[in-house]
């Protein structure tokens, strides 16, 4: 393999594997996972019996399909049931192996805890060193992180730039004022070439740096790439933003996301063409959110996530609620592992005249008017399908001259573009909208406030 193609992929025979080869390593990791699985945590031996099926029985990825899937609120309830804050997931002593212990945000419900080993976290780390070579970091970069710090992530992320030969610059993530503040002067005496951080943070700094008088785009200017999402899909509106605000060309700024409970994190490469995931470290598919079968390629549906080398939480068969569209196709970049173009949350989509409508959907409709923003909240007011879409909206006030034509020209392309009429509401500032953890609340179910 020539040189280049050396530097291209950080493990350049897993990563463009042939996908019979994936399948067969895979179908060999997921017999292991259900036997391990079923040996070692409560939970499977119990959800395994209650659906007549035994370690023995799966032979085959089809096989494998036939089992429950895994759903947050099991583990809650639970953990309402017992006090066991693991749900009876977890498979290995918990004194003497388990490295850290975190909880999800929150997104949907209370928040979920899960575990890590050492063995976990090399593995864990092992997949965001891949993911983040294929998006141009290298031995020597300055890496500038500004994230929440308690979400277990953090851990192997921060493993992984220690392995790839980063420099790394430690600093609290919290979008708040004074801290954004101090972010802007750390951009600009230690010059980071690689920034990374959720939505949130970075229009902070950028905001930040308004206050301050000084120009975003000078800022950043310091940056090869920035690596965005980390809970928010980052979609072609958002990444336009970006670029305008901060001067970086929209094909090297990145998405990065996942799903804390499974390990399972995912990122785009340079052709932007879906977000990447690790198919020799986890065993994704799409299933109708109903019937909870498996669809055919290229189908809408749930991503269900199976983790193929957790050895604390064992996690087979994990419901998302997540909407997505899986390609198997190469990319190319050259990898062979699958490619994810993830829709939203189930939760987060509203029901406008009998149509299913996501986050994103009005992001892309609404992107290209100045002042908006991705931060909104969808109010559902009621049960069953809504005649109007209900929304408060935190804009850019910079960039809007008269609020109530920019009020008429977001019903206007909602209209035009979705066939929905519209109420919206603009608030002062972001911190008017409601929050869970670091994230905005996208649909805000008012029917339960009323119960």
């Not at 997931?89 to 388990?98: P, Q, V």
Request: aromatic fraction near 10%; proline fraction near 4%.
């Amino acid at each position: 393999m020539a040189k280049s193609e050396k530097e291209k992929y950080w493990t350049p025979i897993i990563e463009t594997m042939p996908r019979k080869e994936i399948e067969e390593l895979q179908t060999k990791k997921l017999i292991h996972a259900v036997n391990y699985a079923y040996s070692n945590a409560e939970h499977y031996k119990k959800s395994f019996k209650e659906a007549g099926i035994k370690p023995e029985d799966v032979k085959t990825i089809d096989d494998f399909n036939k089992l429950p899937i895994l759903y947050k609120d099991e583990i809650r309830e639970r953990l309402q049931q017992t006090g066991d804050p693991f749900g009876g997931l977890l498979a290995i002593d918990f004194g003497e192996k388990i490295l850290n212990i975190a909880a999800s945000t929150g997104t949907t419900g209370v928040p979920t805890v899960y575990a890590y080993s050492w063995h976990d976290r090399q593995i864990s780390s092992e997949q965001d060193s891949r993911l983040k070579w294929m998006k141009g970091y290298r031995p020597g970069d300055v890496f500038f992180m500004v994230g929440p710090r308690w979400h277990a992530y953090a851990s192997q992320l921060f493993y992984a730039m220690d392995a790839m030969g980063l420099t790394v610059l430690i600093d609290c993530g919290y979008p708040l004022p004074f801290i954004s503040k101090k972010h802007v002067m750390t951009m600009k005496t230690l010059k980071p070439n690689v920034y990374a951080s959720p939505n949130i943070s970075l229009y902070s700094i950028i905001e930040a740096a308004k206050s301050m008088n000084e120009d975003p785009r000078d800022v950043f200017s310091c940056c090869k790439l920035i690596d965005a999402g980390y809970g928010d899909v980052l979609t072609t509106a958002v990444r336009k933003r970006i670029e305008k605000e901060t001067g970086i060309a929209s094909e090297n700024i990145f998405d990065s996301g996942g799903i804390a409970e499974p390990l399972w994190y995912y990122g785009d490469c340079e052709f932007h063409v879906g977000n990447h995931c690790l198919d020799d470290l986890f065993y994704t598919n799409v299933c109708d959110l109903e019937t909870r079968e498996p669809l055919a390629k290229g189908e809408k549906g749930e991503c269900v996530i199976t983790n193929l080398f957790s050895e604390s939480l064992p996690i087979i068969r994990w419901g998302t609620e997540d909407m997505t569209i899986q390609d198997l196709e190469k990319c190319n970049c050259g990898r062979t592992h699958s490619r994810w173009t993830l829709l939203g949350r189930d939760a987060f989509a509203t029901n406008i005249k009998g149509t299913k409508t996501f986050p994103t959907e009005i992001e892309n409709a609404l992107g290209d008017i100045p002042g908006f923003t991705e931060y909104f909240t969808i109010l559902k007011y009621k049960k069953g399908p809504m005649e109007i879409l209900k929304m408060k909206l935190a804009v850019d006030q910079t960039k809007i001259k008269d609020q109530e034509k920019f009020v008429k020209e977001v019903k206007s392309a909602l209209k035009e573009k979705m066939g929905v009429e519209s109420e919206i509401e603009v608030v002062k500032t972001i911190a008017d909208l409601p929050f869970v953890g670091h994230k905005v609340i996208k649909v805000l179910d008012l029917t339960k406030e009323a119960e």
